[in-house]
């Protein structure tokens, strides 16, 4: 028998003693435990917890095992929203399958159980976007489910909203990109899939009684492409409306949930042609980056908007020099040229109202209303002469103290 375990070996040292010689649906260890939230498998999945954690187990064919490790490994390197994978056990004695192991995932449940809730019933619409967010990402970051289903995923909780993490990646495939036909096929089959197993709910009464198994499945198909046109479509820009527009479709992308990569803009009739490459963040990702870039601490949401001014102002660098401009270079000029001038123009009666880069926020909100409303990009110069003059001084001085009065 061979173990294969990711590290730290801490958290997978006590798996060793498990009986991993005796067929999984046979074994009596005092460690095993149910899970009422669990989803449907094709294999035998097993529970136990150890050390404070609560692991699965799943028998399958070494094969298909192996194979599921390095790409659920891979995946969180990509960090795409999946189960983490601790380690596999192949060569078990008597011809028995090999045994995948994952970490379950906490407070995590399947699409059955979210039904069977009351509270469920309202979610169809969360969990549709969720499923196809879950997709999108995958296929951005070249991967092939095989198998998207409501089964092979698991859902949590996230403020009123639904995450989704992909489980099962026995029929996956990673390409460093996919084809139109790839593609199209992973959304055939969650589209024949969820429309089963919706079926299947409402043949047990599980389903609300206005929701149609087959509405439900064209709508996860049509939410796709919608989001997946919105994250890879390209677009020409005049000129005169690039910097504007570059900062409006980031914010679109943004409140998908999506980040931009790297922004391209290639020379075409009448404009630039813009082309945005979108990936997928890990928490606190935009602070880090940015204070590595600039040196300016700041909180995360301000952090991704002043990433966002910073990716705008590079494309305009690099459209104005005809040439690449390094995302360093971008950054500091930003910071020289952009950020430092305009916190500088505001009266010092009026600078501590807001933190630096919430100011600085704001009057790029302000300058987007007032692009808005012009039709064209108006400047950040003047946007902040009218934000120093119309918004600023009505905006409560934080530095107040709070006023205590008594009976």
Sequence with gaps: MRFVFS?????????????WREPLQEWADERLVEISRRGLSRHVVR???????????????????????????????????????????????????????????????????????????????RLMDAQVELLVRLHLAGF???????????FRRDAGALAAYLVDAETAELHPTLS???????VAMAHERVGGELFDLQAGDLLPTDLDPVAVADEVVRRYHALWTELTSEEVLAPAEQRYRIVERVR????????????????ADGGARLRLH??????????????????????????????????????????????????????NRWLAEIYEPVL?????????RLEDAEMFHE???????????????????????????????ATPDERAEPVVTGR
């Design 252 to 267: 679109r992308l943004n409140e998908l949930g999506f980040d931009v990569d790297e922004l391209e803009l290639v020379d």
């Design 180 to 186: 139109e036909g790839q593609r199209h096929f992973d």
């Design 7 to 19: 590290p730290p070996a801490d958290t997978t040292a006590g798996l060793l003693t498990l009986p």
């Design 47 to 125: 529970f136990f917890a150890e050390g404070g954690t609560v692991f699965a187990v799943k028998e399958l064919d070494e094969r298909l095992a192996r194979r599921e490790y390095h790409l659920l490994r891979r995946l969180r390197q990509l960090q795409i929203p999946a189960v983490e994978v601790l380690g596999v056990v192949v060569d078990r004695p008597g011809d028995l399958d090999a045994v995948l192991v994952t970490r379950f995932l906490d407070h995590s449940t399947s699409y059955r159980t979210l039904f069977a809730d009351p509270r469920g019933a309202h979610l169809a619409d």
């Design 278 to 331: 979108t990936h997928v963040a890990e928490p606190g990702h935009h602070r880090r980056l940015l204070f590595a870039r600039t040196g300016l601490d700041v909180q995360e949401n301000q952090a991704r908007r002043l990433l966002t001014d910073i990716a705008g102002y590079r494309g305009y660098l690099e459209q104005s020099g005809r040439r690449p401009v390094p995302e360093t270079v971008a950054a």
């Design 144 to 154: 092939m489910w095989g198998d998207c289903s409501l089964s092979n995923t698991l």
């Design 363 to 393: 009057i790029l909100e302000h300058r987007w209303f007032l692009s808005e409303a012009a039709g064209r990009d108006i400047g950040t110069t003047a946007a902040t002469t009218d934000y120093i003059t119309s918004v600023l001084p």
């Design 344 to 352: 500088a123009t505001i009266p010092a009666s009026l600078r501590d």
